[in-house]
């Protein structure tokens, strides 16, 4: 399900810790200079495209997500490097190499992950 940037600092605090209330949610958002029902409008957005859910709590809804962090990871660095790399990871990894972005610890990283991967009979 596509998730805007906006929405997803919303999801990022529910993600954080939930259920939280759209009180809870405001508050945790305070160091944004979104307003309240600005904040609101993202939680209703995000339960109308079923990335959280809200279940009724005595006079007020608390909010969780439905859409899991890592799904949502998932799909966002497979489009990423879907549409600028080809589907490729190596050109990703070189793009950063070129652009002198790889600290010495990404590289070495990377190197026991390719290890790693190369130990995988698959």
């Given at each position: 399900?596509?998730?805007?940037?906006?929405?997803?600092?919303?999801?990022?605090?529910?993600?954080?810790?939930?259920?939280?209330?759209?009180?809870e949610?405001?508050?945790?958002?305070?160091?944004?200079?979104?307003?309240?029902?600005?904040?609101?409008?993202?939680?209703?957005?995000?339960?109308?495209?079923?990335?959280?859910?809200?279940?009724?709590?005595?006079?007020?809804?608390?909010?969780?997500?439905?859409?899991?962090?890592?799904?949502?990871?998932?799909?966002?660095?497979?489009?990423?490097?879907?549409?600028?790399?080809?589907?490729?990871?190596?050109?990703?990894?070189?793009?950063?190499?070129?652009?002198?972005?790889?600290?010495?610890?990404?590289?070495a990283?990377?190197?026991?992950?390719l290890?790693?991967?190369?130990?995988?009979?698959?």
């Amino acid at each position: 399900m596509p998730i805007s940037d906006a929405e997803a600092v919303v999801m990022e605090v529910l993600w954080e810790r939930h259920p939280r209330s759209a009180e809870e949610v405001v508050a945790a958002l305070a160091h944004t200079d979104w307003a309240e029902p600005t904040i609101k409008t993202l939680l209703n957005r995000l339960l109308n495209k079923g990335a959280v859910e809200a279940a009724k709590e005595g006079r007020r809804y608390a909010y969780s997500p439905v859409l899991a962090r890592e799904d949502w990871i998932a799909q966002q660095s497979t489009g990423l490097v879907r549409r600028l790399f080809g589907g490729r990871v190596a050109p990703l990894v070189a793009h950063f190499s070129e652009q002198g972005a790889l600290s010495k610890a990404d590289i070495a990283e990377l190197r026991k992950l390719l290890e790693e991967i190369g130990d995988d009979p698959a």
